[in-house]
């Protein structure tokens, strides 16, 4: 079976804080993801990856960076948080060999006060 | 912007079958429709992939039109534990091409 792990799965931070959401991914996957989840939104993409060393931006990139510093590593990056950053965080991750298949892990839930 | 258009709800009683429609009349033809769901709590599970005429797995079975631009999701006898927020995504299958999602379509299941 497929896992895609995130860490931490609850993060409360203040206005400015500094926040890293890890993923690990343990699939061989080349592709992972970042996506985040509001209410009235469903899912948006927000930065992924294609291999170590590589990133892609998504359709909701600002305020975020990510890194991927091994295959199985993809960790974002909140520099400044904000309020409008309170969201629930998925990573994911997929490759041409699963058919494109996108692979969830469980969320990580940050608030920003 | 997603490239599919759903329903954003539907209901239905346990033991019922559900048929779950999704339009993607721009889709591409390198493209494939997958379908999705996602139970509260937990990331998106994925439930079924197509390209054309009708797919079935342990889950469900996917029918989609001969234009390919309506895909039906379907769910036999669904149960309380089938209640869920169902996604339909169409990408290409290879790699390097991520995938949108909209809002889906919530499946409430009442006993």
């Known amino acids: 079976e497929a896992a895609v792990t995130q860490s931490p799965r609850n993060k409360v931070t203040v206005t400015g804080g500094n926040v890293t959401l890890s993923c690990r991914q343990t699939n061989s996957h080349n592709y992972m993801y970042w996506y985040r989840q509001d209410t009235g939104h469903g899912l948006r993409l927000i930065h992924y990856?294609?291999?170590?060393?590589?990133?892609q931006i998504g359709d909701v990139p600002d305020g975020y960076k990510a890194t991927r510093t091994t295959q199985e590593d993809f960790f974002l990056l909140l520099e400044l948080a904000s309020p409008s950053q309170t969201s629930l965080y998925f990573c994911?991750?997929?490759?041409?060999?699963?058919?494109?298949?996108?692979?969830f892990g469980e969320g990580s839930r940050l608030i920003v006060v | 912007l997603a490239k599919t258009t759903q329903p954003p709800s539907m209901e239905a009683y346990e033991g019922q079958e559900v048929n779950v429609s999704c339009s993607h009349t721009?889709?591409?033809?390198?493209?494939?429709i997958y379908w999705y769901r996602q139970v509260p709590h937990q990331g998106p599970q994925f439930i079924i992939q197509g390209y054309k005429d009708y797919v079935v797995n342990e889950v469900a079975s996917l029918f989609i039109s001969a234009d390919r631009k309506l895909s039906t999701l379907s769910l036999p006898w669904v149960s309380l534990r089938d209640a869920a927020v169902y996604y339909c995504?169409?990408?290409?299958?290879?790699?390097?091409?991520?995938?949108?999602f909209g809002t889906g379509t919530k499946l409430q299941v009442v006993p």
């Open positions: 995504i169409v990408t290409g299958a290879n790699s390097g091409t991520y995938q949108r």
């Open positions: 994911a991750s997929s490759d041409r060999e699963s058919g494109n298949t996108l692979y």
């Open positions: 721009n889709i591409a033809t390198s493209e494939y």
């Open positions: 990856s294609y291999g170590a060393g590589n990133l």
